[in-house]
């Protein structure tokens, strides 16, 4: 599986952006996926996580109420929606797929290119 981020740019506090993981290969509709962001001088958080087929979800308590995940298996793309961001959200966004435990543990088999979030206040 290939995996490349987009969607990511400069946006105002309390704004929204919506970023796209598009896959390519057969096996992204029976992988959980995740959203992952990494701030300078931050270790790497994991954001948001979907299983194969969307039916459980888990995202952190940081973007819990403001952030959404989800995907869609005819496109081969997972999307995470971002509301009402903030300063702090500001870091470079990835995709990632794998086992639900290993993303958990920041371990995933596949990674994409991140994207970079910027929030200004």
């Known amino acids: 599986v290939q995996l490349q981020a987009s969607g990511g740019g400069l946006v105002q506090a309390g704004g929204y952006l919506t970023l796209s993981c598009a896959a390519t290969?057969?096996?992204?509709?029976?992988?959980?996926m995740g959203w992952f962001r990494q701030a300078p001088g931050k270790e790497r958080e994991l954001v948001a996580i979907?299983?194969?087929?969307?039916?459980?979800?888990n995202l952190a308590d940081s973007v819990k109420g403001r952030f959404t995940i989800s995907r869609d298996n005819a496109k081969n793309t997972m999307y995470l929606q971002m509301n009402s961001l903030k300063p702090e959200d500001t870091a470079v966004y990835s995709c990632?797929?794998?086992?639900?435990?290993?993303?958990?543990?920041?371990?995933?088999?596949?990674w994409g290119q991140g994207t970079l979030v910027t929030v200004s206040s």
């Open positions: 979907i299983t194969s087929r969307g039916r459980y979800t």
């Open positions: 990632a797929a794998g086992s639900w435990n290993r993303l958990f543990n920041s371990e995933a088999d596949y």
């Open positions: 290969g057969r096996t992204f509709s029976n992988s959980t």
